[in-house]
């Protein structure tokens, strides 16, 4: 999840007698401060002089600050209730742990790779909180380092499969330089007394050139072959994906300085990958499409927002990126003067940007929204003038937690509450308020109107969505969530998911409502999970051909297992239930990472589908065979435009019979033929198609 970033410029902070933080600093900035005009070059030797008197400087400065961190603050633990019990860390396992103990039978057309799951596990024995003369400042819940949980699966070629499970840290530069230190080094810097905060945020800044530590503790990708870890408050580390070890920052080779999104989406056409970044200074939010080989990037623009918006996910569409502006905030100002740094402000504005791929700020349409709470997408299409936007809504902010001085449990406890318990008439009401719901926005890019409408009911709360990726920004069936237990949260004052939803966005429920239908898979007493995705069959020919997998804790047990649900007899018992050797906690976000065994791939066949499936993916046959063509009619280009763009291309597949004809007249003459071939039949129904014929079957092939 989200913790702050700023990017002011500040000297290093190593010494001597620990690891340094890789804080770059400009010499000629420290000597220009003591010049007052404009000089020549310094000899070399004075340069050296002055050079060594500012590292005596800077070393003893941070030796003296650290001394008063040590002197004026104490780091204290906060206590898990015994209902917390699977939130608490676990220590790093020494290489891969071989799984034989299945409840079940993996598919044989279960691909090779590796389910992997991001989440907080945080050093030194759990959450800390700081106590000084400047009050109190405590981690959130969405802090804590990031551990990745990953199970293997490879199929051998005597068609036998091996499982395995390993656990590792992702070892930033703050990680390695607290794992150095043994004991805490960041002071918390997002929760409790203002001046508490603010005086962890500056020193922070002083001693490590940052504010805050470098998690990475919220998601997975993969773009170009390579794997990331990611939380939005610094760039991605790149991981071995098969040793699980870190491998250093991925900063998009130079092009990219600062933040970057947990959830970065992946255009289908192209392979490009579409990232953005929130700062708490200007500029608030930019935007970046990075080339599908991962080499370049193609595009970058601050979108000029006037607020630091706390944007967790960005959607696309075939031509379009959506940028959510909700009123989740983070405010230095607001800190200055005795507030939250980060703040659900119910009485600020919301709207979503509609943005051409290649846009800048001021070419983003803005749609004026009601207020509310939406972290994570489903997904995003363009439906003749509309874009489709659907997500996961609650009318108040899980984020960061209540104001300072407030029973932290009770206010937990009562947004996760059942909506079927309060009245909701009260918008400022706590209770209820994370009660989260499949939402859809209409937005029409011509006429600007805005349709919103939700999905489904009330029977129970759902977030962290999945689909099919192979239908990111296009129109999509199904979609996937994990299901609240709202009164296991309630009670606990944590979020926990006792099931999983599947969403069949194109069928009503069964009781004739207006809300669409949702199957319900439900899990036993005391048992959640996390990290839920979607795995799709790579010989399947349907959207939801493919299994769920997600990890699973049984709290009566204290047994975690990973679970394998055929989607499509989602409310049966899972096919598979596999035994890991360790507690794992609960964390955030799961991904299934493909990975081509030795010997997969035998036949031209198979690489075939392979390729086909990567570039050409069903979801976008009949789009492709237009664009092959070069017969596609742009959005919003008149008729005849088209016509007289493409006649030359129409007049040759059409064999001469539209030559000359007015677009008006073609489209008659074709009407015709139409119904004149729907009522009689045509002589050449079972003719080989001609040169100038594409196929939709050959591209879904």
Request: some cysteine; glycine content about 8%.
């Amino acid at each position: 999840m989200y913790t702050c970033n700023y990017s002011f410029p500040v000297c290093s902070s190593s010494s001597s007698q620990r690891p340094s933080l890789p804080v770059k600093y400009d010499f000629s900035s420290f000597i220009g401060t003591f010049l007052p005009f404009p000089s020549k070059p310094l000899p070399r030797k004075l340069e050296k002089i002055l050079t060594g008197v500012h590292e005596t400087i800077k070393k003893n400065t941070v030796e003296l600050i650290d001394a008063f961190v040590d002197l004026a603050f104490d780091f204290v633990d906060q206590p898990l209730l015994p209902s917390q019990a699977n939130f608490a860390p676990v220590e790093e396992l020494e290489g891969a742990i071989h799984v034989a103990d299945i409840e079940g039978i993996i598919p044989d057309d279960f691909p090779d790779g590796v389910y992997i799951r991001n989440g907080p596990n945080p050093l030194f024995g759990g959450y800390k909180s700081a106590i000084s003369m400047f009050g109190k400042s405590s981690h959130t819940w969405i802090e804590g380092e990031g551990m990745l949980h990953a199970i293997y699966f490879n199929k051998l070629s005597s068609g036998t499969r091996t499982i395995s499970y390993k656990n590792r840290y992702v070892q930033s530069d703050t990680f390695k330089y607290e794992i150095a230190r043994r004991k805490p080094a960041f002071l918390p810097a997002i929760e409790g007394d203002s001046p508490a905060v603010f005086s962890a945020l500056m020193l922070n800044l002083l001693r490590f050139g940052t504010v805050d530590k470098f998690l990475s503790n919220t998601n997975v990708f993969e773009h170009s072959g390579r794997f990331y870890a990611i939380a939005e408050n610094h760039a991605p580390q790149e991981i071995d994906i098969k040793t699980l070890e870190t491998t250093g920052k991925w900063d998009l080779h130079g092009a990219w300085d600062g933040p970057f999104t947990s959830h970065p989406k992946k255009v289908l056409l192209t392979g490009e990958l579409v990232v953005f970044g929130v700062s708490a200074q200007r500029p608030y939010m930019k935007l970046g499409v990075l080339s599908a080989d991962g080499r370049k990037m193609k595009h970058q623009v601050d979108l000029e927002l006037k607020r630091c918006t706390l944007c967790h996910d960005i959607g696309v569409t075939e031509s379009y990126n959506v940028i959510m502006d909700f009123p989740l905030t983070i405010d230095m100002n607001r800190l200055m003067t005795g507030g939250s740094l980060i703040r659900y402000e119910t009485e600020g504005y919301a709207r979503i940007g509609v943005m051409p791929r290649y846009g800048d700020a001021k070419s983003i349409r803005w749609f004026e929204v009601e207020p509310c709470a939406a972290l994570h997408m489903i997904n995003c299409f363009e439906d003749g003038d509309e874009i489709v936007v659907m997500a996961c809504r609650a009318r108040g902010s899980i984020i960061p937690g209540p104001e300072f001085g407030s029973n932290k449990f009770e206010w937990f406890s009562r947004g996760f509450k059942h909506i079927r318990s309060v009245d909701t008439s009260q918008k400022d009401l706590q209770d209820g308020a994370f009660f989260s719901r499949v939402y859809e926005w209409r937005l029409n890019i011509e006429s600007g109107e805005v349709k919103g409408r939700y999905l489904t009911g009330t029977q129970f709360s759902m977030e962290f969505p999945v689909i099919n990726e192979k239908f990111t920004g296009v129109k999509n069936k199904y979609g996937y969530t994990q299901v609240v237990d709202s009164a296991a949260s309630s009670n606990s004052g944590m979020a926990k998911y006792g099931g999983l939803a599947k969403l069949y966005f194109e069928e009503k429920a069964f009781d004739l409502s207006l809300f669409m239908k949702v199957e319900r898979h439900k899990f036993q007493e005391n048992t959640f999970c996390s990290g839920a995705t979607f795995v799709p069959n790579s010989v399947g020919v349907e959207e939801d051909d493919g299994w769920i997998i997600a990890f699973v804790h049984n709290e009566r047990t204290n047994i975690s297992q990973v679970y394998v649900i055929d989607a499509k007899k989602f409310a049966s018992e899972p096919i598979a239930k596999i035994m890991l050797p360790s507690r794992v906690p609960y964390g955030f976000h799961g991904a299934f990472l493909a990975l081509c065994s030795q010997g997969s791939i035998t036949t031209w066949d198979q690489l075939k589908k392979k390729f086909l499936d990567k570039y050409f993916p069903a979801s976008r046959a009949a789009s492709l065979r237009k664009e092959i063509c070069g017969i596609k009619q742009h959005s919003g280009e008149l008729l005849y435009d088209y016509w007289e763009s493409d006649r030359s291309i129409i007049d040759v597949a059409s064999g001469g019979v539209l030559v000359n004809k007015t677009p008006r007249e073609a489209w008659e003459l074709i009407e015709g033929m139409t119904e004149n071939s729907q009522q009689f039949g045509t002589r050449e129904d079972v003719l080989t198609r001609k040169v100038n014929e594409v196929g939709t079957s050959s591209i879904q092939q």
